[in-house]
């Protein structure tokens, strides 16, 4: 099977990736998505498009994915199972290729009630796994859930989200290993603050061998001050942010560099642990420190 993206190619040659994440604006204009495009332009070897993060209207992932290809940067469509049923789904993936998208991220999304309308219908038509199993389907098998025959199947490398800091942690592993099942090629983590949990989690993982069939992306936040870093640990499920951390940021002189240099030294322990074949950086709301990041980390992409 011939490599179908950058990041593929890059993952399969053994060589340490880094992806980023880019938030589509509130708007009906890209000017936003091109000016980030040129920020982070060769800090990354793809780009995460959220899809209406946090519950709430913004432009499409596949509309920003398409800007992306025209500045010359490789996307990653993120792609939720709170707003399609399995027909839009198909249909968006379908659209996504034909325009250049290679690689999308299966996701479940934030619950409605996270955002701005809170009265709104959520779908959930299928979940993440199944969506992974839909998806691999038109790929390998080039057909519809429903059986039909594509006439062109779409190229795709299929990635999923882990969170191993929900509980049970057991079961974080088994639900990482359906989705290996599932289809699964990459996994991008939710961020990490608590590297200690995070190593049991990776052993667990190796204990079972899924670091060797899936590529595991470990997730990092840089944190612009300690309330920041305060309501992540009080008020985001399935966050664990440690008092050091929090202190950590409160008595920095200069808390922004503080949570970039915190952001650069995760980033050098997640290179040293085995399974990890690279990073997510999700700078929100601060996706011009990206290159900065990347740089003083010492990361090639």
Not at 128 to 135: A, C, D, G, K, T
Not at 153 to 164: C, K, S, T, V
Request: aromatic share 4%; net charge positive; with cysteine.
């Amino acid at each position: 099977m011939s490599a179908r993206s950058g990041l593929e190619r890059t993952l399969l040659g053994g060589k340490f990736a880094v992806t980023a994440e880019i938030g589509p604006p509130k708007s009906a204009s890209a000017e936003s998505v091109r000016r980030h495009a040129h920020e982070m332009k060769g800090s990354a070897d793809a780009f995460n498009l959220t899809d209406n993060q946090t519950a709430m209207s913004r432009m499409s992932s596949i509309a920003c994915a398409a800007v992306l290809i025209q500045e010359g940067l490789e996307p990653v469509v993120q792609m939720t199972c709170r707003d399609r049923n399995r027909i839009a789904m198909q249909s968006d993936i379908l659209g996504a290729s034909a325009l250049g998208v290679r690689n999308v991220l299966c996701i479940s999304g934030d619950h409605q009630t996270f955002g701005n309308m809170k009265e709104a219908k959520n779908v959930y038509d299928v979940d993440s796994v199944q969506e992974l199993m839909i998806l691999r389907k038109m790929r390998d098998e080039g057909r519809l859930w429903s059986g039909d025959e594509l006439e062109t199947a779409p190229e795709l490398f299929l990635g999923a989200a882990a969170n191993p800091f929900a509980d049970p942690f057991e079961f974080r592993v088994t639900r990482l290993a359906k989705k290996v099942k599932a289809g699964a090629d990459f996994i991008q983590t939710q961020s990490i603050y608590d590297m200690d949990r995070f190593e049991r989690w990776m052993a667990l993982v190796r204990a079972r061998g899924l670091h060797e069939k899936v590529h595991i992306l470990a997730g990092v936040m840089p944190l612009k001050s300690h309330k920041v870093a305060l309501y992540m640990k009080n008020k985001v499920a399935g966050m664990m942010v440690p008092d050091t951390v929090v202190e950590r940021l409160k008595s920095a002189k200069d808390a922004k560099e503080e949570g970039i240099r915190l952001c650069v030294e995760q980033i050098e322990h997640l290179r040293t642990i085995e399974g990890v074949k690279g990073v997510h950086i999700m700078a929100m709301a601060w996706e011009e420190k990206v290159p900065e990041i990347v740089k003083r980390a010492g990361l090639r992409p």
